[in-house]
């Protein structure tokens, strides 16, 4: 285990519930992963992920619409908080709002987010949460997945570090493979930055 000041600091964003952030904190927790969960932001004051954070003594940051509702100066209170922070890396972890110009100029590279299908494909606007289940079992793929990627102005588009298949069954709805495509996320999350980290996956050069 490196010491305290060598690990990577992690600053969320989060919206839900927060399981990814969590499975996350836990991998720091337990030494697989060589980072420290620092700071997590939310759009949602009432959010699973806030409430994570307080138990775990993370810093908890309710920054929305309803702080600052000019949302210039909504991305400025995101970057600061992260910057102030001394944050190294951005995870996205069901994080429902684009992320803006002030956070991307001063993370650009740098801020990771899931999505629970094998992009370009399910991707986009209105393409999140159960709405990409339904999409895929509504097209009769045989299967799906997990992508991670990192961020940039586009949504879902930005360059991918790791994608994990999901199989499909013929009795799947969107409730039963949205629980398998999650254990799928929670891994693949945690693998993926542990790469990052060690400098397996490379990061693009901003
Ligand atoms: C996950 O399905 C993730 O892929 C998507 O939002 C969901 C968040 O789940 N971006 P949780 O809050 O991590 O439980």
Redesign the pocket.
Known sequence: MKNNQDLIRFGFL?????????TIIDACKDGQLQAKPIIVISNNADS??LESARKENIVACHLSSTTHPDSTLLDAAIAGALKSHHVDLVI????MRMIGPKVLDAFGGKII????ALLPKYGGKGM??MKVHEAVIAAGEPETG?TIHVVNAEYDRGPILAQRVVPIKPDDTPETL?TR??ET?HEIYVDTLRKVISGEIQLPQT
């Open positions: 989060a919206s839900g519930r927060g399981s990814n952030m969590q699973g992920a996205l972890a069901g994080y987010n899931i999505h629970p999140y949460g997990v949205a495509v999650l996320e």
